[in-house]
């Protein structure tokens, strides 16, 4: 997860309305495909449950850069999505 529950994918999910996860299945990629190649690896590794220490070590990256792109990833999702940022 990134941040919120606006970013965790929905599997098998019966709390979340079904529009919402249609809406979900169709942006999340368009937003994902914005992104960089790096960042998209990124957001793939926290989305798997990477934290924050590992994501860092695989990419090379500090903790607080993993930290600041994890805060960066919600603000585009929410302006990508017309979420008030």
């Known amino acids: 997860m990134i941040g919120t529950r606006t970013l965790s994918r929905p599997h098998h999910n019966t709390q979340t309305p079904v529009p919402d996860q249609v809406a979900f299945r169709i942006d999340f990629p368009r937003w994902r ?47 990508f999505t017309g979420e008030v940022v």
């Open 33 to 79: 495909g914005t992104r960089s190649e790096r960042d998209r690896r990124v957001i793939d590794a926290l989305l798997a449950g990477g934290r924050t220490r590992d994501v860092s070590r695989q990419f090379g990256l500090s903790p607080g850069r993993v930290s600041q792109l994890r805060r960066d990833f919600l603000e585009d999702w929410r302006r």
